[in-house]
């Protein structure tokens, strides 16, 4: 047995040995959001109130003295909306909303004398109920977080919590017990599809990557998330960068490379320090480095910040990025296994995907297959948001029905103010700007890679946005398509171009100046890019206005034919009216309009002539009884 496998047995017995001696654990989330709302604050102000009690208190596990309460900062629970959250343990009490001036009464009823805080409680928006424990939450309770499961819980800056849960076991199995082509076979046949938005076999593509000859290859993990309202890859980097890392070396070891990249936007700073963090721990305690668990392999993993491009998020961007070049595709083949990075064979996996392979590896292949479908198996992260009651990340089994997400981890659909709308559901967004928009008829419709497929849609990188019966499908395709147009990078025609035109005709269709030929003129522009262009973000740039046209059809003819926004949310079709019930023919409205378009008798409701009026909405903003609408 090597001294570095004894490393691992030690630290994992000393840990647990350690952590017999606290009394309790608390635990508050350090993700983005919940610091953003001041969950530092709350960490500080609890370990105050603590010491203050007489209570001994440690944040770091290194001795084994008895201790009255361990304080960890956490990644990212997913429960963002309602942070910053604080959890106790071994109780499991859930707080939410936590703020400073909280502390002295968690502290007093809580961890003193075992009560609750009542008002600091989950409340169910649908029930009323609340929840006391963090599996009672029906956000947390419906879902299967496999991949995220330590997320929220560990400390993501303590290596040694990490390997206490087993951490590394799954990488030393790799470098010590198994071969390469072991490896490669066994995570092909775990039928392991990438999770960044393609959903190619993994093993399959590391089963091409190591039969190239060449002294020098590289493992890249693609950490460059860029889709509006995304944020699984952060979480996992913010919340468990270990087995991120364990993930890189088992494909390193996979593949046959000795040197990696982990290629993070620079947007993310708490990840990229928390990566960076886990990369110098490992290398501190030999598990990184030269001579890998006494395997005589060496690997040197790098954490390099990408620039924040969308399309730096296909593969032969990202290699250009990271050569110094800009970030812009190349025409493939050569594939990246073939030539990559430097013109080595060159593997790149996403983030999601590396952090599930250790799994693999210490539960076997059977256990991952029992999770979702045939052709989909394991789970998948979302980052569910829009129109409903719960949002944040979540983590279910491939083939659940996107009304088990939506009504039953979501709560179901809200209004614009967040109240709960019954029947009020119309559209969700799968996959971001390269996804489609799903309707009420797939409902009961399996997520999985193939089925999303079939109907347009795709899984992405895994953003589902739900859209409640106000939203206007013609806008929900402009915002998107606003978004790819912005992130083209130029190189190819039918993207920077084409992206282009299709951005004017869906402004024309909400300025009221579409026909039917502008319709028929974007179905065939959106056709023609997606056939016709490099790489991956020009080819899915048309799924939102392609399914919207598919679905909503009757939306985008109503804009064009009848001048009108069934949703009333396209202000040029807007039909100026003043409210006789409303108005009490004050006269202000008729004195503030630049135009004159606004007549009536005082104390006599007033009207608007719509020929005249130029919807500047001076009179809606001026009238003190909401009488105006339409402008």
């Not at 991956?536 to 926004?565: M, S």
């Not at 007033?606 to 909401?626: L, M, Q, T, W, Y």
């Amino acid at each position: 047995m090597s001294k570095q496998m004894l490393n691992l047995e030690r630290i994992q017995k000393d840990y647990k040995t350690a952590l017999k001696k606290c009394k309790r654990r608390i635990v508050v989330c350090a993700g983005t959001a919940c610091v953003a709302n001041g969950s530092l604050e709350v960490f500080e102000a609890l370990k105050k109130a603590v010491r203050a009690k007489g209570l001994k208190v440690d944040v770091k596990l290194e001795k084994h003295d008895d201790v009255d309460c361990l304080f960890s900062r956490s990644g990212c629970r997913g429960f963002c909306q309602v942070g910053p959250l604080v959890t106790v343990e071994p109780s499991d009490t859930h707080y939410v909303k936590v703020k400073p001036e909280d502390a002295d009464e968690i502290v007093e009823k809580t961890i003193m004398a075992d009560e609750y805080v009542e008002r600091l409680l989950y409340v169910d928006p649908v029930t009323g109920e609340k929840c006391s424990r963090t599996a009672d939450i029906p956000f947390y309770k419906r879902q299967d977080r496999y991949v995220l499961g330590n997320c929220g819980r560990l400390d993501a800056e303590d290596i040694n919590q990490y390997i206490a849960d087993g951490g590394y076991t799954a990488a030393r199995m790799a470098y010590t017990e198994l071969e390469p082509k072991q490896i490669c076979d066994m995570v092909e046949k775990a039928g392991l599809r990438g999770r960044g938005g393609g959903g190619f076999s993994t093993g399959r593509k590391w089963n091409l990557t190591l039969p190239q000859k060449s002294d020098k290859k590289y493992i890249i993990c693609n950490g460059d998330e860029g889709d509006p309202g995304a944020f699984m890859d952060r979480s996992l980097m913010e919340g468990n960068p270990h087995r991120v890392l364990e993930g890189m070396m088992i494909a390193a070891r996979a593949i046959g490379a000795d040197e990696g990249y982990i290629y993070v936007r620079a947007e993310y700073p708490l990840a990229v320090e928390r990566v960076q963090k886990a990369v110098d721990d490992a290398e501190k305690l030999g598990i990184l480095g030269e001579d890998v668990f006494g395997s005589g392999v060496n690997l040197k993993l790098f954490v390099m910040e990408g620039a924040g491009a969308f399309v730096c998020g296909e593969e032969t961007a990202l290699i250009a990025s990271i050569e110094g070049r800009r970030g812009m595709p190349m025409p493939k083949p050569p594939f990246p296994a073939e030539c990559g990075l430097w013109g080595k064979p060159t593997c790149i996996n996403n983030v999601e995907t590396l952090a599930t392979v250790p799994l693999i590896l210490r539960d076997g292949v059977d256990k991952f297959l029992a999770y979702g479908t045939e052709s989909s198996p394991g789970t998948k992260t979302f980052a569910l948001t829009g129109h409903v009651a719960n949002t944040g990340l979540i983590e279910v089994p491939f083939g659940v029905t996107v009304r088990e997400i939506v009504y039953d981890i979501g709560g179901g659909v809200t209004d614009d103010a967040g109240n709960i709308l019954e029947d009020g559901f119309k559209a969700v967004q799968v996959g971001g700007p390269s996804g489609g928009c799903l309707t009420k008829d797939h409902l009961d419709l399996g997520m999985d890679f193939d089925s999303l497929r079939s109907i347009g849609a795709m899984v992405g990188s895994g953003g589902l946005v739900v859209m409640n019966k106000n939203t206007c499908m013609v806008q929900i395709a402009h915002f998107f398509m606003k978004f790819t147009q912005n992130e083209s990078c130029g190189k190819c025609v039918p993207c920077r171009e084409g992206t282009k035109q299709m951005l004017k005709l869906l402004e024309d269709i909400i300025e009221g100046r579409g026909t039917m030929e502008t319709i028929e003129l974007l179905e065939r522009i959106a056709s023609a890019v997606g056939k016709g262009s490099l790489c991956g973000l020009g080819k899915t740039a048309p799924n939102p206005v392609l399914t919207t046209l598919r679905f909503f059809r009757d939306e985008y003819i109503a804009h064009v034919e009848d001048k009108r926004c069934p949703a009333g949310q396209c202000k040029a079709l807007a039909m100026p009216e003043i409210l006789e019930d409303k108005c009490i023919g004050c006269g202000l409205c008729s004195r503030k309009c630049p135009v004159n378009a606004i007549t009536g008798e005082k104390k006599q409701p007033h009207s608007i002539d719509p020929d005249v009026c130029i919807k500047c909405g001076v009179c809606a903003e001026v009238c003190k009884f909401n009488a105006v609408i339409g402008v």
